[in-house]
């Protein structure tokens, strides 16, 4: 005569999960779910406020238009920069050769500028850099702009 083991008969298996892991553990509420949902929501309205911004007011913005090789000692780089009217800003313009070494470089400085002088209010002006170069230059850029402390 065989008898059966006593443990598999004495709890359902799911009785007997339960107690080892714990319950099944509840799902949120459809409350709870939307206030997740709504905090994403300004969260991510608050970041793209924060990124359109801080974009808008940069202290000084640059946009490259244009370079020329006058010859192999020498290219134009032609270039905008923006900024406040009455700041005075420094920008780093480079040259390059076809492997991309800096062939020539210069810091130049962009003064105040008079208000009446764009239909911008003076924000935006046209500037053009002559850089000596080291070997032929097959490209022209503004590295970067910055203002300048008028305190120092």
Same mark, same amino acid.
């Given at each position: 005569?065989?008898?059966? /083991? ?8 799911? %009785?007997?999960?339960? %107690? ?14 939307? %206030? ?27 946009? /490259? ?5 006058? +010859? ?5 780089? /032609? ?11 420094? #920008? ?20 105040? %500028? *008079?208000?009446?002088? /764009?239909? +911008? ?21 503004? +590295? *970067? #702009? ?7």
């Amino acid at each position: 005569m065989t008898s059966e /083991d006593p443990s598999a008969t004495e709890f359902p298996a799911s %009785n007997s999960l339960a %107690n080892r892991y714990g319950g099944q553990k509840r799902g949120l509420s459809r409350k709870a779910k939307r %206030n997740i949902v709504i905090g994403a929501l300004v969260v991510g309205i608050g970041f793209a406020a924060y990124v359109a911004t801080g974009s808008a007011t940069a202290p000084v913005t640059f946009k /490259d238009i244009g370079y020329s090789t006058v +010859d192999g000692t020498q290219a134009e780089v /032609d270039y905008q920069v923006s900024k406040s009217p009455s700041a005075t800003a420094k #920008c780093a313009i480079k040259a390059m050769d076809s492997k991309f070494a800096v062939v020539g470089w210069k810091v130049v400085e962009i003064g105040p %500028n *008079n208000p009446e002088q /764009d239909a +911008d209010g003076g924000r935006t002006t046209a500037q053009r850099t002559v850089l000596a170069t080291e070997s032929p230059a097959v490209s022209g850029v503004v +590295d *970067n #702009c910055w203002i300048v402390d008028s305190g120092k």
